[in-house]
T-cell receptor
Framework: ELKVEQNPLFLSMQEGKNYTIYCNYSTTSDRLYWYRQDPGKSLESLFVLLSNGAVKQEGRLMASLDTKARLSTLHITAAVHDLSATYFCAVDTNSGGSNYKLTFGKGTLLTVNP | DVKVTQSSRYLVKRTGEKVFLECVQDMDHENMFWYRQDPGLGLRLIYFSYDVKMKEKGDIPEGYSVSREKKERFSLILESASTNQTSMYLC???????????FGSGTRLTVV
């Protein structure tokens, strides 16, 4: 059974600081996703990481993937209050033929304080 | 703009009621999914479907069933709602292969 573990589950940061969220998964995967969720809202796709060594950046967020270590990181640079949200990683696994399904981590609740 | 539409944003139902949560996608996607989201537990897969009239159990199917009579519509059914099914329910769809997922806006169900 695939397990996806995120840490930390809660993260309180000061504005301007840097931090990293980690996502470990227990089996081989074809892709890894990062999502953002604001309170009461649905999921917003941030990054899709497709191969070993993939790195993607958008604004103050940078995601990377190491498939050999089964580890993805989401790095936050110079945090601002607007980044406060819950961040999920999710692992895409093949369930037969061309069919895939997503398994999520428990999420990291990020609070950025002034 | 592509969409996954969940028919209700908020629902309040009584214990023992039969509850239908509807999801419609306009992207001609083959695959559709129902997730449940609870604080501290993330999103957990209830059921999914890769084709019309086909369904597969996810990680937590107990107490739920699904129906997919048309490609664009995937319904989640709570045969006899219980208070422990109070949760946020998210529907998603995807095309064949690894091309990403689109999520609906969610239905917050409260069972009293």
């Amino acid at each position: 059974e695939l397990k996806v573990e995120q840490n930390p589950l809660f993260l309180s940061m000061q504005e301007g600081k840097n931090y990293t969220i980690y996502c470990n998964y227990s089996t081989t995967s074809d892709r890894l996703y990062w999502y953002r969720q604001d309170p009461g809202k649905s999921l917003e796709s941030l990054f899709v990481l497709l191969s070993n060594g993939a790195v993607k950046q958008e604004g103050r967020l940078m995601a990377s993937l190491d498939t050999k270590a089964r580890l993805s990181t989401l790095h936050i640079t110079a945090a601002v209050h607007d980044l406060s949200a819950t961040y999920f990683c999710a692992v895409d696994t093949n369930s037969g033929g061309s069919n895939y399904k997503l398994t999520f981590g428990k999420g990291t609740l990020l609070t950025v304080n002034p | 703009d592509v969409k996954v539409t969940q028919s209700s944003r908020y629902l309040v139902k009584r214990t023992g009621e039969k509850v239908f949560l509807e999801c419609v996608q306009d992207m001609d996607h083959e695959n559709m999914f129902w997730y449940r989201q609870d604080p501290g537990l993330g999103l957990r897969l209830i059921y999914f479907s890769y084709d019309v009239k086909m369904k597969e159990k996810g990680d937590i199917p107990e107490g739920y069933s699904v129906s997919r009579e048309k490609k664009e519509r995937f319904s989640l059914i709570l045969e006899s709602a219980s208070t422990n099914q109070t949760s946020m329910y998210l529907c998603a769809s995807s095309s064949l292969g690894p091309y990403g997922y689109t999520f609906g806006s969610g239905t917050r169900l409260t069972v009293v």
